[in-house]
Structure formats: structure tokens, C-alpha cells
């Protein structure tokens, strides 16, 4: 076994630190954030930090990083009061990877990464029409974090778009079905396989554990 002290991660090399960080919380989604600017410049930026927050009203929360540097998704989600999150699938999964990379302002990731605008009336921000998971998301409220000045966005579902036959009978979505995909660290994606489904944990469900 490895044991890291915080004094050993504080004094790791930059970039090996962040990926044994990024690492250590586990699989994580793998979402495409798809913004647009009032003067309808589209944009799409990769996150792995979505989030549920309550299903009623249905909210949603996702980390965005200091806002030091020019940050397109955040300045569009504020500016409009739209986004939407896409989930990435195995089929595209390398075309989604490479919407981190810092392009200009002026070139649209889906222009750059070969992917598809797709819009639905009345929700002013495109869809990724290769994505079989599609949330339009409302900005409803966003808390800075002082302990590393990240900022907490949350946002309401306004649509939620799905194949029918991935939903339940009990609401749940079978994700293995369309081979989502989820990421580990920056830049390592996996599929996820069904492992098995359980009662709803009450004390009287309780199994008899050996």
C-alpha cells in the first residue's frame, strides 16, 4: 500500500498531483457543457463534475474552475441563463475529449471537434446531436468557493431528452444500454457494465450479512 501525508501531495510535481487528485474520488460523468453567447458564438467544454442536487424543483450542480482566465462556458451561461449537458457516449468519446482543448473564442468547438449543433423551439442554446442524453439547463444560482475559488453552478432541468428505451418502469435509466461513458483522472474514459440492482435500503430489507 502507498500512503500519501498531505505534506507528500503538497510538495508532488504540478501535473502528477492533479491526476492522482482527480483520480482518487473515482469514476465520475463524462459530460459535454454546450453554451452560446448573445452575438451566437457556440461553444462546448468538457466536465466530469455534474452533479444531482434534488429532484424537486430538479437541480443540478457542476464546479467550474477560477474564473482567472477566460472561461467561454461560464461567461455564456451567465450572459444567456441557458446551457445544456450532453452525455458522451463510447462513439464520440474522443471527439468530446478534445472540446477541453484551448481554442479561440471565435472557433466553436463543434465546428473544431466535428460535432452537431441541434436545437429544440424554445431553448435558445444547441444540443450535441450525437449525444443520446440531452438536459436543458436554466442558471438559477452560482456560489463562489472561497476555499479554492472554484464557483458552484446550479441549474434547473428544463427538458430532459432520452431514449425511451433506456427508462424504467421505476424512473431509473439504464446507462449501459447506450454505452455511456464516465472518466477517471483528465483524460481516461471507461464504459460502465449493469452489476445488479437493490431494494430500497429500509431496516426491516435489511439481508442477512455472513
Do not use: W
Request: aromatic share 10%; proline share 6%.
Amino acid at each position: 500500500m502507498k500512503h500519501f501525508t498531505k505534506a507528500d501531495i503538497l510538495s508532488l510535481e504540478k501535473i502528477y498531483r492533479a491526476n492522482l487528485i482527480n483520480s482518487s474520488s473515482g469514476y465520475k460523468p463524462a459530460n459535454i457543457i454546450s453554451t452560446i453567447s448573445k452575438s451566437k458564438q457556440t461553444n462546448l467544454a468538457i466536465f466530469s463534475s455534474v452533479f444531482h442536487l434534488g429532484a424537486n424543483p430538479p437541480l443540478l450542480g457542476m464546479i467550474v474552475r477560477p474564473a482567472t482566465v477566460p472561461r467561454n462556458s461560464y461567461e455564456n451561461l451567465k450572459e444567456i441563463g441557458y446551457y445544456a449537458i450532453n452525455h458522451v457516449q463510447k462513439d464520440f468519446v474522443e471527439k468530446a475529449h478534445f472540446t477541453s482543448a484551448k481554442f479561440p473564442k471565435e472557433v466553436s468547438e463543434f465546428d473544431a471537434c466535428k460535432l452537431t449543433e441541434e436545437y429544440i423551439d424554445g431553448f435558445p442554446v444547441p444540443f450535441v446531436k450525437e449525444s443520446k442524453i440531452k438536459l436543458g439547463m436554466r442558471f438559477v444560482q452560482e456560489i463562489p468557493l472561497v476555499v479554492n475559488n472554484t464557483i458552484l453552478i446550479i441549474g434547473e432541468i428544463e427538458h430532459l431528452i432520452l431514449p425511451e428505451s433506456i427508462l424504467q418502469e421505476d424512473g431509473n435509466l439504464s446507462l449501459d444500454k447506450i454505452q455511456d461513458v464516465c472518466v477517471n483522472g483528465l483524460e481516461t474514459y471507461f464504459t460502465v457494465d449493469r452489476l445488479t440492482s437493490f431494494p430500497f435500503a429500509r431496516p426491516e430489507n435489511l439481508p442477512d450479512f455472513k
